[in-house]
């Protein structure tokens, strides 16, 4: 009998060679083949989750990140954004938190007296921001991996804006989730026409902590983050529990316009052209949001785990409350050269409420993605049953 390092083995050895098979081929750039064979020449550990032509490519090793999926097989569409140029860059591999894709895991608060994205002591400006060293260069050792899951962890260590360290382990978890769980998930039958795709990832951390986290030296979030990729006429949908123009939370630039509210149902323009972001507080919170792009017929959905707890921590550079934040946020990227931007993307994120853990405490956070690939109509009927909206009904924008 095979022992569990013998059939991790097995597994990873199966797995590389049904992806090499496919990698033989020739594809046409933007498809999954294409994307998956840029990968291989940089990731050692790249797994192919799925079944048939629903596929989701993950590595454990990258802190259990989903870089791309797709619903039409090696052919078809590669639906997630990565960063291509960063990733054959020297040294671009030990800039993980930098690499996007379509699932990772970040930390929270961005800002604050807490944040953990400047050094301890130094002024919060833009130019003293960085990433934790651990979210940039640690990575994750492989517990377990299969055709419909990856788990992963490691220990790390991040430090706060105040100087609080935390000593913890994370552990990501990667599931593909079938059309049986789709279905029963989002209470809805799938047109026999759309092509679809879906995964969750869970996300813990425990404490390893002698002392007792606590909100007066900061707190600690699990931040969801996907990069999806843009197109002109796409609109993220947001259904909020009566949310008013007023309790939106915008960032970094004016909206311009890009926020309109129709009967609580917030749509965000993601055309990847103007940099902002909006974000939502756990009173107009419904936990789901989505987007359809009419020039790829794609209709995005993404679920979290919420709890409506009273610890939201606040990243919005205005905001003088560490923990009346935002639960949820869309981020609109831009390409401008002159302002060193490239962000070709837009961000669904979700936070974990933050918790005061004693030792060995846990935090979870559970984020569910799928995507559906078909006719407007057929979508609509998705879209009317999880989101609330026709499609027929989303805003037009010059």
């Excluded at 792009?293 to 409506?308: D, M, Q, R």
Aim: with cysteine.
């Amino acid at each position: 009998m095979m022992n569990n390092n013998s059939k991790l083995l097995f597994s990873v050895f199966f797995l590389f060679l049904f992806s090499n098979c496919q990698l033989e081929k020739n594809y046409t750039k933007g498809s999954f083949g294409a994307d998956i064979q840029f990968l291989e020449k940089y990731i050692d550990d790249l797994t192919i989750l799925g079944e048939g032509n629903h596929l989701v490519a993950v590595s454990p090793k990258f802190q259990g990140r989903v870089f791309t999926t797709t619903t039409k097989g090696y052919e078809g569409r590669s639906i997630g954004f990565f960063n291509k140029e960063l990733m054959a860059s020297e040294g671009g591999l030990r800039k993980m938190s930098k690499l996007g894709g379509e699932s990772r895991m970040w930390f929270g608060p961005e800002v604050n007296e807490f944040s953990v994205f400047f050094p301890p002591y130094v002024e919060r400006s833009g130019e003293n921001m960085q990433v934790s060293e651990a979210l940039d260069t640690l990575f994750f050792q492989t517990a377990k991996i299969n055709s419909m899951m990856s788990s992963s962890s490691n220990q790390m260590k991040i430090e706060n804006n105040y100087g609080t360290v935390f000593n913890l382990m994370a552990e990501r978890n990667i599931s593909y989730n079938q059309k049986d769980q789709i279905e029963d998930k989002l209470k809805i039958q799938i047109p026999q026409s759309v092509d679809y795709v879906s995964f969750s990832t869970v996300t813990t951390i425990k404490s390893l902590d002698e002392r007792k986290w606590e909100k007066g030296t900061g707190l600690l979030p699990i931040w969801e983050i996907g990069c999806m990729l843009p197109s002109d006429n796409q609109w993220a949908i947001v259904p909020t529990n009566t949310a008013k123009l007023d309790t939106v939370t915008n960032y970094f630039t004016e909206q311009k316009g890009r926020v309109t509210i129709k009967d609580g149902i917030v749509f965000y323009k993601v055309d990847a052209k103007y940099l902002n972001k909006m974000g939502l507080p756990r009173e107009n919170i419904k936990p789901i949001m989505g987007s359809y792009s009419p020039e790829y017929n794609l209709l995005n959905i993404v679920t979290y785990s919420f709890e409506n707890d009273s610890l939201y921590v606040s990243s919005d550079w205005e905001s003088s409350k560490n923990y009346e934040g935002d639960v949820m946020n869309i981020f609109n990227g831009e390409v401008t050269p002159s302002l060193d931007r490239n962000w070709p993307f837009f961000e669904f994120e979700s936070f974990s409420a933050a918790k005061e853990l004693q030792k060995s405490e846990e935090l979870k956070h559970r984020q569910t993605v799928y995507h559906f690939e078909g006719s407007k109509d057929d979508l609509s009927l998705i879209s009317e049953k999880v989101l609330g909206v026709h499609l027929s009904q989303l805003p037009s924008y010059n």
